[in-house]
């Protein structure tokens, strides 16, 4: 028998949560394995179909879970949009041209470049680490990769791999550590940030 339920209390790095049937009664535990045909990660609110286990220990389980109307979320949901890596190609290209020019140091863009790559690599491991079932990378790292400088590579990744791009609460830290970055730009690319630069690094 299939039941139809919602699923909340989802911890996306652990990859587990809860299902509760529509109309009520007992709530199975859901793990992301679980999920058959899974075409996109699951979140708080979806609506899933989904037949009923005993674990070892007799606790209700999900299993051959399916998304429900799975063809419609699929198709409107794994689109990405292209105003994000837009705006990160602009950014990166405008980061490395005032590097170019004299406006920025060298090595700040050149920063630009290895932390974008190291992030975007760093969110694709991730998100294969998800898929499978691995031990994943703490989001204060993926932070911290685009903090210093790796923000562009890790937006590009974000849409890319459609991954973290619908968590709400990583998405607002992000965004976040986004403004700092561009804060501290501007100020480098200012004439006393160039002359603390300067002072600190004088073959630049």
Request: some cysteine; proline content about 4%.
């Amino acid at each position: 028998m299939r039941h139809q339920g919602r699923i909340h209390d989802w911890n996306d790095d652990k990859g587990f949560g809860f299902v509760t049937p529509n109309g009520g009664g007992d709530r199975a535990f859901v793990h992301i394995k679980a999920f058959a045909g899974r075409a996109r990660r699951p979140a708080n609110g979806d609506i899933v179909t989904y037949a009923t286990t005993r674990d070892a220990k007799g606790r209700l389980q999900a299993a051959d879970i399916r998304f429900a109307n799975a063809t419609t979320s699929t198709s409107t949901r794994t689109k990405p949009g292209i105003v994000a890596p837009a705006f990160a190609l602009l950014a990166f290209a405008g980061i490395v041209g005032a590097g170019l020019i004299g406006k920025l140091p060298i090595l700040v863009a050149g920063a630009y470049a290895v932390m974008s790559i190291v992030a975007f690599v760093a969110y694709g491991m991730d998100k294969a680490a998800a898929n499978a079932g691995r031990r994943r990378t703490p989001e204060s790292t993926l932070h911290l990769l685009g903090l210093a400088c790796g923000w562009p590579g890790a937006l590009l990744a974000q849409r890319l791999f459609r991954h973290k791009s619908r968590k709400r609460e990583f998405q607002v830290v992000f965004w976040v550590t986004v403004a700092i970055n561009l804060v501290a730009l501007a100020w480098l690319a200012s004439g006393d940030g160039r002359a603390f630069i300067a002072s600190q690094l004088p073959s630049l």
